[in-house]
């Protein structure tokens, strides 16, 4: 069982940056690849940006290459953090974010991670 639970969304102007956190805990979340999702208001859930359970490969959506960077802190092998840092962000951006967790990075492909957190509102405002 892995609990994930995201901090750090809000309101932003159009051109700021925010950095979201999942703490992730459980006695085998460090064995769990970590990804980031976000909804905005009438669309599909969308994939973000993904991390390996080591921190050593990350994989982004198109729309947020050079601007979104993934990272993870493995401190413990029970309590582990993700960090996604938005930069230059856009009101496109203004979405429910959503921190997941799966064994398998292919599970982020489909959208059926093992675990989902509860989500942290971001807005950006024009």
């Known amino acids: 069982q892995v609990q994930l639970a995201e901090s750090g969304g809000g309101l932003v102007q159009a051109g700021g940056s925010l950095r979201l956190s999942c703490a992730a805990s459980?006695?085998?979340?460090?064995?769990?690849?970590i990804a980031w999702f976000r909804q905005a208001p009438g669309k599909e859930r969308e994939f973000v940006a993904s991390?390996?359970?080591?921190?050593?490969?990350?994989?982004?959506?198109d729309s947020v290459k050079g601007r979104f960077t993934i990272s993870r802190d493995n401190g413990r092998d029970n309590a582990q953090a993700a960090y996604l840092v938005m930069n230059n962000l856009n009101p496109e951006d203004t979405a429910i974010y959503y921190c997941?967790?799966?064994?398998?990075?292919?599970?982020?492909?489909?959208?059926?991670?093992?675990?989902w957190g509860q989500g942290t509102q971001v807005t950006v405002s024009s």
């Open positions: 991390v390996n359970w080591r921190g050593g490969n990350t994989y982004y959506a």
């Open positions: 459980g006695p085998t979340s460090h064995m769990y690849a």
């Open positions: 997941a967790a799966a064994i398998e990075m292919y599970r982020f492909n489909s959208g059926t991670p093992d675990y």
